[in-house]
Every structure is written in structure tokens, then in C-alpha cells.
């Protein structure tokens, strides 16, 4: 079993809906990475959370640290963001900020 | 800013084949990384480094060597190419695990 569960692995959704991909996690974290990577192949840092909830623009993670879950949220989709979106730990163990463990990642397709 | 610059895009190689897979960042992180991404696995951890002069293995590292002479540039190499190199590369800086990544654009490798 992964350290990091992403689901759904694809998601299927209509210009405007309200989308949520989770991201379960097994090992104490002193971080959490939401990153997206669009089909052009580069990756983007969207968030680092340690607690609690963020927003930018129309995207909002939050992180559950007790039950070891996050989830990222996107309002009013837009196919502008259909792309791998990929959740990624720094276990506690590691304070060393190179030893990301990550999730297979959330194909999002967001259909006009 | 540059950010994190990846060198080649693509490359074609010969099984047993060497070559240099060129990172560099203009940020002055201390942290850098280098990842592959295969179907279905995610991005996995090869080697990474905390600082100049200091370099470790990670998930994945049989097959690649680093160095980090310097503080902006982290080569990987692959001394004798073999087809379960081929993959998607992608070097990463961080300026320490509780702040955000920076990826390099990916470098697509397959081995003949």
C-alpha cells in the first residue's frame, strides 16, 4: 500500500462544477504539497499546507492532520484546468525537505 | 528569474550508453532533487542534496550518480543506459520542505 492515496485517479466534470480530489496519507507529516502538472508535462506548486485551510484564486486545500487527510477543492471549473493534480508528504522523520513521498496523482478533465 | 533549468528535453539513447542530465537554479536553494515519473508509480526520489558538497540516495538511485559541487547545478548521470531507464525526469529545488518546489520542465528519456 502507498504512503499517499489520491482519489479518484480520474475525474470526468462539466465547465462550472464544483470539484474535490483527496489525498489520504499513512505516516506523521510536518508538511503537505498540492502540485499540478498539465499535460505539456511541467509541474506547478499550488500549496504547502502544515494545518488548517488555504485559498488562491478559485482553488482551496484543506488538511486534516488527525485523521491524515486533505483535500483540494476547485470551484467554477474551467477547462483551463484539466491536468494531473498530485499530492505530495514530507514525513516527519525527514527534516530535510527532499524526501517528498508522492501520490499517483488526479487526472482532472474539465469538458466545456 | 530562470528558476529550475532542465537540460535536454528529450533524448534518445543506446542501451549502455552514458549521459548528463544538466539542473540548474538561480533561486539559491539549498535543496535539490531529482524525481522520475513512470505510469501509474508517480515521481519517485533517485538522489537529492541539502547543500553544496552534500548528496544522498533516495527511492530509487541504482543506476544514476550526483554530484553538487556547487550551490545552483545538480547533474545526474547515467553511466550505462539500460531500458528500464526510460522515463520522465524532472529535477526540483526547494529552499527548505516547508516552502514551496520549484520543477524543472522534465526531461523525456528513452533507452533503445
Known amino acids: 500500500k502507498n504512503e499517499v492515496e489520491q482519489s479518484p485517479q480520474n475525474l470526468t466534470a462539466q465547465e462550472g462544477e464544483f470539484i474535490t480530489i483527496n489525498c489520504s496519507y499513512s505516516?506523521?507529516?510536518?508538511?503537505l504539497h498540492w502540485l499540478q502538472q498539465h499535460p505539456g508535462g511541467g509541474i506547478v506548486s499550488l500549496f504547502m499546507?502544515?494545518?488548517g485551510k488555504k485559498k488562491h484564486g478559485r482553488l482551496i486545500a484543506t488538511i486534516n492532520i488527525q485523521e491524515k487527510h486533505s483535500s483540494l477543492h476547485i470551484t467554477a471549473s474551467h477547462p483551463r484546468d484539466s491536468a494531473v493534480y498530485i499530492c505530495?508528504?514530507?514525513?516527519?522523520?525527514?527534516?530535510?525537505?527532499?524526501?517528498?513521498?508522492f501520490g499517483e496523482g488526479t487526472q482532472l478533465t474539465v469538458n466545456p | 528569474n530562470a528558476g529550475v533549468t532542465q537540460t535536454p528535453k528529450f533524448q534518445v539513447l543506446k542501451t549502455g550508453q552514458s549521459m548528463t542530465l544538466q539542473c540548474a537554479q538561480d533561486?539559491?536553494?539549498?535543496?535539490m532533487s531529482w524525481y522520475r515519473q513512470d505510469p501509474g508509480m508517480g515521481l519517485r526520489l533517485i538522489h537529492y542534496?541539502?547543500?553544496?558538497?552534500?548528496?544522498d540516495q533516495g527511492e530509487v538511485p541504482n543506476g544514476y550518480n550526483v554530484s553538487r559541487s556547487t550551490t545552483e547545478d545538480f547533474p545526474l548521470r547515467l553511466l550505462s543506459a539500460a531500458p528500464s531507464q526510460t522515463s520522465v525526469y524532472f529535477c526540483?529545488?526547494?529552499?527548505?520542505?516547508?516552502?514551496?518546489?520549484?520543477f524543472g520542465s522534465g526531461t523525456r528519456l528513452t533507452v533503445v
Open positions: 526540483a529545488s526547494s529552499y527548505a520542505g516547508r516552502y514551496g518546489y520549484t
Open positions: 505516516v506523521g507529516i510536518s508538511a
Open positions: 499546507l502544515s494545518s
Open positions: 505530495a508528504v514530507l514525513p516527519q522523520a525527514w527534516t530535510s525537505g527532499s524526501r517528498l513521498t
Open positions: 533561486m539559491n536553494h539549498e535543496y
Open positions: 542534496s541539502v547543500g553544496a558538497g552534500i548528496t
